[in-house]
């Protein structure tokens, strides 16, 4: 789920269609998720975090040092449908880390929580490290403080959509018409440099959905039937538009 509705730059786009290109990929390489604790709004720093080692120590990326912890995560799943997601995340306290955060920065309600999800292979000091290519980034608060014991601290989270003095939609919403930018033939290749749309396949089809041979006609025709096209009728399609708006007119 996409909660961050700061506009995109062009070089954010083009790394996560980069890093869905290597999801198809036959080997795309281990999978990392890393948090961001930002603490400003109660007057501390921002805490790196994650659930995986690198060879035993911290892992690097955009710069930053993420520690290794023991987190368990669960919640982060979205449908489209029903109520926003309330994850919960659970971290060891054994060694009083986080027992030190809640008593210094009031159980840490609040504070913004970033999920990042990114392959091993963009990480720092990696030969693709790419501090662009991961997925959406996912933003949720501090709710409340579920459980804190010796051994564990859990919270519930909130999305950042589901705060007060937010509204939606975050962009344009048009039915019939993905936002995202296809490939682009140059009469030898593809280029994906400014790509969103991560169909890298073999399968050609002009704007108006016909079959064809020529990649110089390749275009896409922006509709849910040209996903259907080329990443199959029973894909999760990755449509940039809204097919479900203004299926009923309200008088």
């Known amino acids: 789920m996409t909660t961050d509705l700061t506009p995109h730059t062009p070089e954010q786009d083009t790394g996560q269609a980069k890093a869905a290109q290597t999801a198809q990929a036959f080997a795309p390489g281990a999978y990392v998720v890393l948090y961001d604790l930002d603490t400003s709004s109660v007057g501390g720093p921002v805490y790196h975090f994650t659930g995986t080692a690198d060879e035993g120590g911290s892992v690097m990326w955009r710069g930053n040092t993420y520690e290794p912890f023991d987190i368990q995560a669960e919640g982060f799943e979205w449908n489209g449908r029903g109520p926003l997601p309330t994850p919960r995340i659970r971290v060891s306290n054994v060694n009083r880390v986080f ?76 039915r019939d018409a993905c936002m995202k930018r296809y490939r682009v033939w140059d009469g030898n290749s593809f280029l994906y440099t400014r790509a969103t749309c991560p169909y890298s396949g073999p399968d050609l089809f002009t704007p108006h959905g016909a079959a064809t041979s020529n990649p110089a006609q390749d275009a896409c025709g922006k509709r849910v039937i040209d996903c259907r096209l080329r990443f199959g009728v029973d894909a999760v399609l990755p449509y940039g538009g809204f097919p479900g708006v203004a299926r009923t007119r309200i008088p």
């Open 99 to 174: 027992s030190a955060l809640v008593g210094t920065y009031g159980d840490l309600l609040g504070c913004t929580v970033r999920r990042w999800r990114v392959f091993d292979r963009f990480l720092d000091n990696r030969p693709d490290a790419d501090p662009d290519a991961h997925f959406p980034v996912d933003v949720y608060r501090i709710e409340r403080k579920v459980s804190h014991d010796k051994v564990t601290i859990e919270w519930e989270l909130s999305a950042a959509l589901d705060q007060e003095g937010r509204s939606l939609p975050g962009r344009l919403v048009l």
